[in-house]
């Protein structure tokens, strides 16, 4: 079974704080992926990122970054200098390839990010 | 860029109707999905759809639902007899074949709102 859990249901910060959203997941697979998606007050969901469980370097795009670490089973997602617009709720995911090459996603229960002006 | 697109954006409908949801997902995609997310809470899986089948289901997915795929294009949930707790967003997915990445591309969702 898969499990996500994303500890913190909500977060407050100045903007141009840094902040760390974090992410602990549980599988049983060998091969799988994680994701970040975003969702503002808008609802929609917007892809953030991908990781595959053999790749365990460090991503940066802009003021985002991403820390996974297999050993501790965590995917965390950090944000730097942030700013109002980063207010939303952040969803951590995780998804196996089966043979038949469908996946199904499962999901954390989200860390909603307030920022602050 | 290729986008998945959903309609309605929003539904209201009295308990016991049909309510049919209707997603087109990005053209060169193979897998199609349902997820719904009752306002405030978490996203959860409904269904995956792989070859005109249904791959995977959740518990969820009872008797009361059903996807179809009509005409190459579209993908459809149909929910026959809605209850209150229908009561969510419902997002479609699609993603490309196993040469593809593995994301997922969300539609916008189309809330459904139980009456």
């Known amino acids: 079974a898969q499990k996500v859990t994303q500890a913190q249901t909500e977060i407050s910060v100045v903007e141009k704080e840094d902040v760390t959203l974090d992410c602990v997941y549980e599988?049983?697979?060998?091969?799988?992926?994680l994701f970040w998606y975003k969702q503002p007050p808008s609802g929609e969901l917007v892809f953030l990122i991908r990781r595959n469980s053999f790749d365990e370097q460090n991503e940066i795009s802009g003021r985002y970054s991403w820390n996974f670490q297999k050993s501790t089973s965590s995917f965390n997602f950090t944000i730097t200098a942030s700013q109002v617009v980063d207010s939303a709720v952040y969803f951590c995911?995780?998804?196996?390839?089966?043979?038949?090459?469908?996946?199904?996603?499962?999901f954390g229960t989200g860390t909603k990010l307030q920022v602050i002006p | 860029e290729p986008e998945v697109t959903q309609t309605p954006s929003h539904q209201v409908t009295q308990m016991g109707q049909e309510v049919i949801l209707r997603c087109v997902p990005i053209s060169n995609h193979l897998y199609f999905y349902w997820y719904r997310q009752i306002l405030g809470q978490k996203v959860e899986f409904l269904v995956s759809f792989y070859n005109n089948e249904i791959s995977e289901k959740s518990e969820i997915f009872d008797d009361q639902f059903s996807v179809e795929r009509p005409d190459g294009s579209n993908f459809t949930l149909k929910i026959r007899s809605t209850k209150l707790e229908d009561s969510a967003m419902y997002f479609c997915?699609?993603?490309?074949?196993?040469?593809?990445?593995?994301?997922?591309?969300f539609g916008e969702g189309s809330r459904l709102t139980v009456l």
């Open positions: 599988t049983r697979d060998t091969t799988y992926y």
């Open positions: 995911a995780l998804t196996r390839l089966n043979s038949g090459g469908y996946q199904k996603v499962t």
């Open positions: 997915a699609s993603r490309a074949g196993l040469a593809g990445t593995g994301e997922l591309f």
